[in-house]
């Protein structure tokens, strides 16, 4: 678990009032070299940021002190289009073309382990039953919306946030303000055909837009037909 320094002070100021300790609920990787944390939000562009520079640690801190650190941290994540990262899910966990069998049956427990009743013979169709029926409290970490994970209230707890839809040029800003210079890389890419051919009627987009309807707002993406 990662605990910054002034995370560990805050807490024995809590201890000493009588203060519960939060929970270190958010994934974060770490460079303290670099005084870069970055919050991680799964189907994002996750391997591809974290292998791209060295010296990551992995861990997890509390929510709470991400807005507060040190103003000489950098603090970003990425987020992404939330039909195309439903897509993106759905593929790299339900679809057997990209999966072992073994490994196939060990995500799906991950999401029974959860509460959520998917299965590996499930249609696209029937996923986004599932997944638009469940809220965030009871569902698992893929399918979780990335507001949750990155605002406060209407506030974002990072400074920067990039999309993964632009990766090389929002990656490329964010190493220039961070005075680095490695290249993002491309790891664990799912391939899939464009988004939009999943959905088959206007009621699935829409329905998918209901569950993510703070994302869309809040990170102004829309449906985009191919």
Known sequence: MLIPPHSRLKNKLRKLMGLPTPTADTRVAVWKAHKLLY?????????????SIEGAEIGRVPRCDISVISDNWITFSFVRNPWDRLVSTYRSKLSPDN?????????????????????????????????????????EKHLRSQSILLMDQET??????????RI?????????HAALSAPIMHLNKTVHRHYSTYFTDNRMVNLVGDRY????????YDFESQ
């Open 156 to 165: 974002p707890i990072v400074a920067h946030i990039g999309k993964v839809e």
């Open 213 to 220: 309807a703070n994302d869309i707002r809040n990170f102004n």
């Open 99 to 139: 999966k072992s069998p073994e490994q196939q049956a060990l995500d799906l427990q991950r999401f029974r382990d959860a509460g959520m009743r998917l299965r590996p013979d499930m249609s696209f169709t029937d996923f986004c039953e599932v997944v638009c029926d469940t809220p965030d409290d009871r569902t």
């Open 168 to 176: 090389q040029d929002d990656w490329n800003a964010l190493m220039r």
């Open 39 to 51: 919050v991680r939000i799964p189907k994002c562009g996750n391997s591809s940021i974290i292998g």
